[in-house]
């Protein structure tokens, strides 16, 4: 499952955030000044010089802005314990959003598998309740760092089925894939089971990375929360991780094992 | 409420006071006074009311304990709600309005027809009130009725910037009682609107506890079984929607008031048996429906809106947001009587109490099952057996334009064959009096005049410029059609609706009906006499007898999910005006494509309700739309101006669903 760990290089933050910086102050604020200066009530017969002076109401065009972490974890086997997170937040307007998504290990004072992501996100036209992303990612691990372009949708399924699925290339004819999707189960009003998968594909082997070809790993898991509000839910549920193909194979080499089953406990919060 | 330590703030509103007292005169100074001494103390209390023709309104921010935590609200005159403010038909008036706070305010007079430039709406009538200034309303009253008013600045009329208006009729009110009370009904919630706008953008649900879980399924199984209870849950699931939609903002943040008092408190209006008790009731809350009753009593409906209608006795009635009922009732027994007002999705209820003395209570009733959407709600026809209308006469070039349940892209025309077996006798409001059959754009449209009765009389070109008078026992219908007998028009649909199926939209329905005759979803069969919208039939004729000229047809729409709200598919950022003529008489129909209740309103213009009572028609100044309905109204454009039209669901308006109509 671990494809390399190490401290996070500084350079690789640097840029994440540079790349994060540039989204926002270009796409976001941009499309949205576009969309203010198209004022409604351009021609009004009656009143219009007062129609010009007066601050339209924002109605149906206000910036908002969310940060959530569904997963920030702790996961044991009882031998070894390791720090997960995975969170997204965005800003911006219905119609013009920047995203950001992160996740990644920490165990043992190294932070492995880690990513950080930045996107220009939009609703897709003709599909209700999905958005269309593009932007970047910047794996946070050892050997050559890599920038990853990056293509997705993310949104909800018929059969409110989260579901988010991208696409990755990069230099060198690399492409990637990842899948990730989730459901949440109402137990009770507050007590709810959320089952949760992520899948992982490359279409070029990277030995430096230690990645094979074809369908590579698989973190999977159910977690039950409890809300004591909707924005704070300690949570405790078990997760299993596996690699598989030539990425197993990798490991196997490497002596670390394929299969990774864990408790996990934890806090899904969000402001 | 309790404990609340005015003292800090009693000098500023002493001040207030006095000055009130001076600009009010006597009534208003007694009035004022019994108010404050109320307001001050931990017994109930009912906002002040003033009189007369000069009011000074200062609005500040204004610590209030609704709930048991202290939290600040936005104030007149130091009272939330803000005082009653009693005027009378045929005085001018002039309101000096203060604004104490640090940010922009405002002050709207819902349903008072009033010049366009004094109609309170930021970036339409005027720019708002800036921190410090005075702004002064003057203008004249022509009508009478029980009204409201509220701030039209983002979410101050949540944080309690509103009061009730009542205008005594200049000619002696020709609705009897002995004594009157207003009951505003409003809901409070501790968090900052701003905060509860952006939680429902992050999760619409946030505030729905009272959603589907594994232990409703299994109850469901033991009830329906285990296969139609898979089919429906599946159903449901596969259009991303939950039937426990009743309301956005629920009893989870909401304490429900009755005249600024939670349930715990009790507010009490006093009687003496034998007394008609006339209950001007206003819904000034942001985002509730109230379902509204007095175990033991009757109510009689007299008012809908500031205008009478023809007596209704009833047990209970909905009111939607904005919507006013005057009611009167008799209690005869020297005993007490809980007006009870339970929210329409259940999650809470306000409540008061009629008694002859003070400190008596009665039984608080349980609250209502909690209701379900249904497929009629989702515009997905009769299979729970209803009789459908409104697909009469449908061709399939119309169908084209109604989409069919449009749900992510997949694009699935509703068979016309099932409109061809709807029972229509069913449906007694379905009359042809021209109220919008025709269901899909393109279409021309029959229209009968209702006015055929009428003494012939040609107006010039200029008539409908000059307002209409509120109907009234003196007012005669001023505008005729030439004709004797049926007289057919052609009605062409002025604006083909051009929906915008973008990502603003997440549902079309494909039969969309007519629920006039529906009292509202968790109402029917409940054993009870509950009014609708069938039974309002206006007290005196229409003001305006011309037939409309043209149409207009708006649908509601919106994401659930992306809490985006709009007409048309688009929300107010992305739209234009609707442009109206000086003095032309307009058909507005509005075809809801969601699975929630909109309470339409249109500022400074009537809206005359086709329930089928044809001349009779009720005036009304906020319309509900129910799910999947088409509802029509016809409306004279006889005031020039710019116009707010919108949801008065507080967060559906800020999300989008607003517009201007300009007349010119």
């Known amino acids: 499952m671990r494809r390399g760990r190490s401290v996070i290089p500084r350079q690789t933050v640097r840029l994440a955030v540079l790349a994060l910086a540039s989204v926002v102050t270009c796409i976001a604020p941009g499309a949205d000044r576009a969309q203010v200066s198209t004022s409604p009530m351009s021609p009004a017969p009656t009143t219009a010089s007062a129609a010009t002076e007066m601050q ?27 720090f997960r997170w995975d969170g997204e937040g965005w800003i911006g307007t219905d119609m013009n959003r920047a995203w950001f998504k992160s996740e990644g290990f920490a165990g043992n004072g190294i932070v492995s598998d880690g990513d950080i992501e930045a996107f220009y996100d939009r609703p897709v036209p003709r599909l209700r309740y999905f958005d269309g992303q593009v932007g970047l990612r910047e794996d946070i691990d050892s050997g050559p760092h890599c920038t990853w372009l990056a293509l997705g949708i993310e949104g909800l399924a018929p059969g409110f089925f989260e579901f988010e699925p991208t696409l990755y290339i990069r230099d060198g004819g690399h492409v ?10 109402l137990i009770t009003q507050r007590l709810i089971a959320q089952p949760e998968l992520e899948v992982d594909f490359y279409g070029k082997s990277d030995p430096p990375r230690r990645l094979g070809t074809g369908f590579s790993d ?11 509000s909707r924005k704070f839910a300690p949570y405790l549920g078990f997760a299993y991780a596996r690699e598989f193909g030539g990425t197993a194979t990798f490991s196997r080499q490497a002596g670390e094992s394929t299969a990774d089953p864990r408790f996990v406990f934890g806090l899904r919060v969000w402001y | 409420m309790q404990r609340r330590n005015l003292s800090r703030y009693m000098p500023v509103s002493r001040r207030d006071f006095v000055h009130a007292l001076a600009i009010g005169g006597t009534m208003a100074a007694v009035a004022a006074l019994r108010g404050w001494s109320a307001f001050a103390a931990s017994t109930p209390r009912t906002p002040a009311i003033l009189t007369g023709t000069d009011f000074d309104l200062k609005i500040d921010s204004w610590p209030v304990d609704f709930t048991g935590r202290r939290s600040f609200a936005t104030a007149v005159n130091g009272s939330v709600p803000g005082p009653t403010l009693r005027w009378r038909e045929g005085d001018t008036v002039t309101l000096a309005v203060t604004n104490r706070m640090k940010k922009s305010a405002s002050i709207h007079w819902h349903g008072v027809r009033v010049p366009a430039d004094m109609d309170g709406v930021p970036g339409l009538s005027y720019p708002g009130i800036d921190s410090g200034e005075t702004f002064v309303y003057r203008f004249p009253v022509k009508q009478s009725g029980t009204y409201w008013y509220h701030s039209h600045t983002r979410f101050q009329e949540q944080t309690g910037l509103l009061g009730a208006l009542i205008i005594e009729p200049q000619y002696g009110d020709p609705i009897e009682f002995d004594r009157e009370y207003v009951v505003m009904l409003t809901d409070w919630t501790d968090t900052d609107p701003e905060t509860v706008f952006g939680n429902l953008k992050e999760e619409s649900e946030y505030y729905n506890f009272h959603q589907r879980t594994v232990g409703t399924f299994f109850s469901d199984v033991r009830r329906h079984g285990l296969r139609s209870t898979i089919s429906d849950r599946l159903l449901w699931a596969r259009m991303n929607m939950t039937p426990t939609d009743f309301a956005d903002v629920t009893g989870a943040t909401y304490a429900y008031l009755v005249n600024g008092n939670p349930p715990r408190a009790n507010w009490t209006a006093l009687f003496r048996p034998g007394e008609k008790v006339r209950l001007r009731f206003i819904n000034g ?17 007299v008012q809908a809106d500031g205008n009478d209608v023809e007596p209704v006795v009833v047990d209970e009635f909905r009111i939607g947001v904005a919507e006013t009922y005057d009611v009167i009732v008799e209690p005869k027994a020297d ?9 329409m999705d259940r999650s809470g209820y306000a409540r008061g109490t009629l008694a002859p003395r003070e400190g008596m209570t009665a039984d608080v009733p349980p609250m209502d099952p909690r209701p379900l959407r249904t497929m009629v709600d989702m515009g997905m026809g009769n299979m729970g057996g209803m009789n459908m209308a409104g697909m009469d006469g449908m061709t399939e070039e119309d169908m084209k334009d109604i989409r069919g349940m449009n749900m ?4 699935k025309t509703a068979a016309g064959a099932e409109a061809g077996g709807m029972d229509m006798q069913n449906m007694p409001d379905v009359k042809m009096d021209g109220a919008g059959e025709r269901s899909a754009p393109g279409a021309t449209q029959v229209f009968r005049s209702e006015t055929e009765n009428d003494a012939p009389m040609r107006m010039g070109n200029d008539q409908g410029t000059i307002p209409f008078p509120q109907p009234g026992p003196g007012v005669m219908a001023v505008v005729v059609e030439p004709m004797a007998g049926y007289r057919e028009t052609k009605l062409e649909l002025s604006n083909p609706v051009h929906m915008h199926l973008g990502p603003e939209v997440d549902m079309v329905p494909a039969h969309v009906t007519k629920r006039l005759n529906d009292a509202g979803d968790g109402l029917n069969g409940n054993g009870r006499r509950v009014l609708t919208y069938a039974d309002l039939r206006a007290r005196y004729k ?30 107010f950022a992305q739209s234009e005006p609707i442009d109206l003529k000086l003095g032309e008489r307009v058909r507005i129909v509005l075809v809801n494509d969601t699975m929630m209740e909109h309470p339409i309103h249109l500022h400074g213009l009537w809206s005359e309700l086709e329930n089928g009572h044809g001349p009779f028609n009720p005036y009304k100044h906020t319309v509900i739309v129910k799910p999947s309905e088409r509802v029509s109204y016809l409306v004279s454009a006889d005031t020039p101006g710019q116009w707010a039209y919108h949801c008065h669901l507080l967060y559906h308006m800020q999300a989008g669903m607003f517009r201007a109509v300009v007349v010119s």
């Open chain 2, 335 to 343: 005993a007490a009587y809980t007006i009870f007002a339970q929210s």
């Open chain 1, 218 to 228: 698989l973190d999977t898991g159910i977690r039950v929360r409890y809300e004591i």
């Open chain 2, 285 to 301: 809350s942001s985002m509730t429906f109230f379902d509204v009753r007095i175990p033991g009593l009757l109510m009689t409906v």
């Open chain 1, 176 to 185: 990637a894939g990842r899948i990730t999707g989730s459901y949440d189960l």
């Open chain 1, 56 to 82: 339209m109401p924002e109605m149906g065009n206000q910036i908002f802005e969310h940060m959530l972490f569904n997963q920030l974890e702790g996961r044991t086997d009882g031998l070894s314990s390791e």
């Open chain 2, 408 to 411: 992510g892209g997949d694009q």
């Open chain 2, 542 to 571: 229409g003001a305006d007898g011309r037939p409309p000229t043209h149409e207009i047809e708006l649908h509601l729409s919106g994401n659930m999910q992306r809490y985006i709200w709009g007409f048309n598919g688009k929300t």
